[in-house]
């Protein structure tokens, strides 16, 4: 598709999301099944919940334009979520590897909140203000569950890789 117009961007933008919240949904079952710590795991479930929720927000966005999601492949998203792989398959402390997790899982949140951002602002100058909106609800989702990571970073995880009393860390 060519990119003639904002609206075309606003588009491209928003099949490329909708691809990456995709492959999230196929990527977190695993993320949670693999982590060591509980807390991690669950942030990884309800995660997968929130993108659940994402993937319905678009496809009400794309009804609102009269689009579809076609068959981009968000290539970012692909490069994130094969990094998060490959730590899955490494062996070696499970606190240092879900320390890796989390890092990894915060790569793709910054990623996802910068993509709900421009296309946002595509949408805003466009006049979509229904759009931004919901567009505004998964980028808030994507946030929290960044602060959710640090959180679980923070206060436990990071302390237990590095050897360390997590009640330590908490202080700090």
Known sequence: MPLETMQDLLLHQLKDIYSAEQQLTKALPKLAEH?????????????????????ERLDRIFTKLDARPGNVVCQGMKGLIEEADELMEEDGSE????????????????????????????AALLGHA?????????????TAA??????????????????????????V
Not at 102 to 120: C, L, N, P, T
Not at 133 to 142: G, I, T, V, Y
Not at 146 to 171: E, F, H, Q, W, Y
Request: hydrophobic share 45%; no cysteine; proline share 1%.
């Open 35 to 55: 982590a060591d710590s509980e807390d991690l795991a669950q942030a990884f479930r309800d995660h997968l919940a929130d993108t659940t929720r994402q993937v």
């Open 95 to 122: 606190a240092v590897v879900d320390a890796g997790l989390i890092s990894a899982a915060q790569r793709v949140e910054h990623y996802e909140i910068s993509a709900y951002g421009s296309a946002k602002a595509v």
């Open 130 to 142: 229904d759009i931004v909106k919901l567009l505004d609800e998964s980028q808030a989702e994507e």
């Open 146 to 171: 960044d602060k959710k990571l640090s959180l679980i970073a923070t206060t436990d995880v990071n302390a237990r890789a590095a050897g360390t009393d997590p009640s330590m860390a908490a202080r």
